[in-house]
């Protein structure tokens, strides 16, 4: 994904950087239940869409529909593949779902009532378009100048964005090849609140910790779900960094260091 810019997408990019243990204890994970994958995963201050990501889940043991639920931290890939998708890519194109259509767009429907997560981020990205400099060309064709901005919860907690996961199975591969399954994931996203909405006019469902139970648990169907989200956003804060995170290739803790 060298050079690639998708800031024009929301939620587009994050940062995800804290310890895999201290997610584990955040959500009260069992150590058993985090992927090894997931300690293997290098932190990054620039997630991109198609990358892999961690994200909780609530779900029975594997090979055990009826046994107890168990709360774990796995890896999933950014871009919601539908279980009836053709080939992964179109995946590319679902990295968000918006909270207005989850249960009338058919990829989102049938996960929003049983397969919910939450992708735990340190912060996220957001652009906002400014002004085109004086003289530019009046045609529209000139390249529109964006300032980005990196967006964290007030109280520096996790940001817990409420996400959708799916299963797709991969029909060239055998049935004991382990890479048969892929699990991917996209992030729900709102009308931005009344602080943000001069960056953008959307932003990522934060999720309190009052609603993550509830929010996890695949027992609580669509409309419970969907009650859920009919909140006042969380409280964020924003400060103006550097161009550089437009890079996916750019990926270090000086994205985040405040600028002008």
Not at 55 to 63: D, F, L, M, T, Y
Not at 99 to 125: H, M, N, Q, W
Request: with cysteine.
């Amino acid at each position: 994904m060298g050079g690639v810019r998708d800031h024009g997408l929301m939620c587009g990019r994050y940062a995800s950087f804290r310890e895999a243990q201290d997610l584990a204890d955040a959500f009260a994970i069992d150590a058993a239940l985090v992927e090894p994958a997931v300690r293997e995963l290098a932190p990054s201050w620039n997630v991109a869409p198609t990358q892999d990501v961690r994200i909780v889940v609530e779900r029975a043991p594997k090979g055990e529909p009826d046994g107890p639920v168990e709360r774990s931290l796995r890896l999933a890939r950014w871009g919601l593949v539908p279980s009836w998708a053709k080939d992964p890519s179109v995946g590319n194109r679902m990295i968000n779902a918006r909270v207005e259509s989850l249960t009338d767009k058919a990829a989102f429907a049938k996960p929003f009532a049983a397969r919910r997560c939450i992708v735990p981020a340190d912060g996220y990205y957001e652009w906002k378009k400014l002004e085109p400099a004086p003289g530019s060309s009046p045609s529209g064709r000139a390249r529109v100048p964006k300032q980005p901005y990196y967006i964290t919860p007030a109280d520096d907690d996790v940001a817990a964005l409420a996400g959708l996961y799916e299963f797709w199975r991969d029909p060239s591969r055998t049935a004991d090849d382990p890479r048969r399954w892929l699990v991917s994931t996209t992030i729900v996203t709102m009308p931005a609140s009344e602080d943000l909405a001069s960056i953008h006019d959307r932003m990522p469902l934060v999720l309190p910790r009052s609603a993550w139970d509830a929010w996890l648990d695949p027992s609580v169907g669509a409309e419970g779900a969907s009650a859920l989200l009919a909140r006042t956003p969380e409280l964020m804060r924003f400060r103006e960094v550097s161009s550089l995170v437009s890079n996916v290739n750019n990926d270090s803790p000086a994205l985040l260091a405040p600028v002008g």
